[in-house]
């Protein structure tokens, strides 16, 4: 019998060509890992205290947006909705009857907002606007406005003015 050879060339190219193929699976799993992590963690508009948060209107979708901000050092949440002729409503990302128990935030599932505190169901064409019902995203009334520049502008007023509302939230505190 003859002993089998394993030092010949194409045996090696063989090796090296499944052990790179193997290193590039791994690193591509990794690579893939890490940008869905870094996709789960939002990317925050930071206002300074005394200063607007100003949302470019060209970042607006015609979905709910969830916009995350950071004022002052506090994470806070801003729900966009822009209609079909380009009007735009805000409301903070809390639940009027929920925000103190820390999920009182909101999530967009089957074109509804849920709140995720007690699961109350809200019409995204009714953000902005006061309600009877408690458990309703917490209007701003410092209504969005446009600039010169294409800007949705919250002001600083307005933000001032629901800090309070975020003083348990958890939404991206994982």
């Known amino acids: 019998m003859k002993k089998k050879q394993t030092s010949s060339p ?5 090796s ?37 948060l100003d949302i470019p209107f060209s970042d607006l979708t015609s979905e709910v947006n969830f916009i995350p901000v950071k004022y002052d050092g506090t994470d806070m949440g801003v729900i966009a909705v822009k209609d079909d ?49 408690e458990c309703a995203p917490y209007p701003i009334h410092d209504i969005a406005r446009f600039d010169n520049n294409g800007m949705v502008i919250i002001s600083v007023d307005a933000l001032e003015d629901g800090l309070w509302l975020f003083d348990n939230w958890n939404k991206y505190d994982d």
Do not use: W
């Not at 194409?10 to 063989?14: L, P, T």
């Open 10 to 14: 194409v045996y090696f190219a063989v």
């Open 16 to 52: 090296a060509a499944a052990i790179l193929l193997t290193i590039g699976v791994i690193a591509g799993s990794i690579y893939t890992i890490i940008k869905r992590n870094e996709a789960a963690k939002p990317h925050f508009i930071e206002v300074a205290k005394g200063m607007n």
């Open 85 to 133: 002729i380009g009007n735009v409503s805000t409301a903070f990302d809390v639940c009027q009857g929920c925000h103190d128990k820390g999920d009182g935030y909101y999530k967009y599932e089957d074109d509804a907002l849920v709140c995720q505190a007690c699961g109350d169901i809200f019409e995204p064409a009714d953000v902005g606007k006061n309600s009877s019902n």
